[in-house]
């Protein structure tokens, strides 16, 4: 007799919600029975999971996907679609409160009613996740199976009491929010990005424990929001893995926007006061202590690797690097493969969504595809963004590398001064004594947008030559990286030339 799936909840159980859960975790969901053997088995739904799944099942591979929570892992659920669709309405409250600078007049202040910000966000979520439903992927062949994966042999998967057998397996079972080892924290309690958008109510006063990607994001939108906002952070300036100068524009702006910024912090300790919670820290070796309504952990990542028998299949992982992988996505056992956060640096859906790709044709055509050979972008979505693709300067730097820098602010794009727009720039590294892009960033408040057009450049091997050869819109942000190459080309005259030139204008005229 087959068994019904334990009902899942994710508060608020809405309209939204339920169609949501409806789509990815239905109730009323009977597994399949399995098949005599599978080409994959792939635990994990999250993006690495599905675009395996799908890919593979639509090259007509028998294929199981097995999840035990929310087909659409993190991205769907807890990640880039939630939190896009909640910074997305905190740009508009900026454009609101800076609209006196476009000439236009709001009457009274702009009034955000957070409880409709977050049913928002809920609407176009469930509208989202009919894309990435158990019946969307039944129907494209794949056999989708609800509940709790292990290994239980060296070609077998258990779930839900029954066994699949596998040519090949992959793990794609995602990573979790850490919990930041703070005395009192557990016992105070605080938010995550698996339960932060969760909330219909907004926290008056909320701390961020961490000044990476996803605790700038969402400082910067809860401040936009009305919550007052302190962000506490070890190092002595936020997304202090980016681009110095990129940082130091997104710091600025936080600052001029009213965040506490509590940089190169000891958490001491936190402890509860009825309804509000006291921070403890050292700062700059100064004590301190702050009273907050909510904390929010954005502190880094954890592999999920337990639970599914990884030693007893020759598996080795590590508990916060993951799985171990080759450039192959090759697992210590040659069957099993793994993608997406289990196993890489590039905590991306766009890099699981890659490393998908590899996975495929590895495994089902005996592919020799490298992750060391992807080109990858990425953006932090604070505002202004930050984009960048390939090497920093430092990663020069330790590989021995010489580089020229070609710099070019915003302020110098036409678009961007009309936009009101002009903090930001891209830089754009090349080989020295060549044109050759070894690495971009973008600044800018749409960079994600932009970055494309260098990424796809260091893919193609395009130079700036030749960018500079593109005819760009006029007048567009992207102008910017035309400019860039401009000047590039400008450094290939030679004085020789330079004085060719200036004598022929004066002959001409």
């Not at 087959?2 to 994710?10: D, I, N, Q």
């Not at 159980?13 to 597994?31: G, I, K, R």
């Not at 936020?238 to 600052?255: C, G, P």
């Not at 678009?415 to 070894?438: M, S």
Request: glycine content about 10%.
């Amino acid at each position: 007799m087959p068994t019904l799936m334990e009902k899942v909840v994710v508060p608020p159980m809405d309209v939204h919600n339920q169609t949501l859960v409806s789509n990815v975790h239905p109730s009323d969901w009977v597994n399949p029975e399995s098949k005599d053997k599978y080409n994959l088995v792939v635990i994990g739904a999250g993006t690495a999971g599905l675009v395996t799944a799908a890919g593979a099942a639509g090259l007509g591979a028998k294929v199981a996907l097995v999840e035990k929570h929310l087909l659409g892992g993190d991205c769907l659920n807890v990640g880039c679609v939630p939190s896009k669709a909640v910074i997305r309405s905190s740009r508009v409250v900026a454009d609101i409160m800076d609209a006196s600078n476009f000439g236009v007049k709001v009457a009274g202040s702009a009034e955000v009613d957070f409880a409709a910000v977050m049913e928002r966000m809920r609407r176009l979520r469930a509208h989202i996740s009919h894309h990435d439903s158990a019946q969307r992927f039944k129907d494209l062949g794949v056999d989708i199976f609800l509940g709790n994966a292990r290994f239980s042999g060296p070609d077998t998967v258990e779930v839900d009491g029954k066994t699949l057998r596998f040519k090949k397996a992959v793990i794609a079972s995602g990573a979790r929010a850490v919990d930041p080892p703070v005395e009192g924290l557990a016992e105070a309690g605080y938010l995550t990005n698996e339960t932060v958008f969760n909330l219909t109510e907004r926290p008056r006063r909320l701390a961020v424990i961490g000044g990476g990607p996803i605790g700038c994001e969402l400082a910067q939108a809860f401040g936009r929001l009305g919550s007052e906002v302190t962000l506490f952070h070890s190092g002595s300036h936020i997304l202090n893995r980016e681009d110095s100068d990129a940082a130091a524009i997104v710091q600025k702006t936080f600052l001029r926007e009213g965040i506490r910024l509590v940089l190169d912090v000891k958490l001491k300790k936190i402890e509860r006061k009825g309804n509000e919670k006291i921070i403890h820290y050292e700062s700059a070796g100064k004590p301190g202590s702050v009273a907050v309504d909510e904390i929010l952990a954005g502190a880094g990542r954890a592999p999920n690797v337990e639970g599914l028998n990884l030693e007893a299949v020759g598996v080795k992982f590590d508990k916060r690097e993951g799985v171990l992988v080759n450039d192959y996505l090759q697992t210590t056992n040659p069957a099993i493969y793994a993608a997406g956060d289990i196993c890489m640096k590039w905590k991306f859906t766009h890099a699981a969504d890659a490393a998908a790709r590899i996975v495929i044709q590895n495994t089902l055509f005996g592919g020799k595809k490298k992750l060391s050979a992807l080109t990858m972008p990425w953006c932090t979505y604070t505002d202004p963004e930050i984009a960048h693709v390939g090497m920093y300067e430092r990663d020069a730097k330790e590989k021995g590398i010489e580089i020229t820098t070609f710099v070019r602010e915003l302020k110098e794009v036409d678009r961007a001064i009309t936009d009101g727009e002009e903090e930001g720039f891209v830089k754009i590294h090349v080989q020295k004594g060549k044109d050759k892009i070894l690495g971009a960033t973008i600044v800018a408040r749409h960079a994600g947008e932009m970055i494309s057009e260098l990424t796809l450049a260091i893919v193609a091997n395009v130079g700036l030559g030749k960018i500079a050869q593109a005819i760009h819109p006029y007048p567009t942000q992207a102008e910017v990286i035309k400019q860039a190459a401009d000047a590039y080309n400008r450094t290939r005259l030679t004085p020789f030339v330079k004085k060719l030139f200036t004598a022929w204008l004066s002959w001409s005229r």
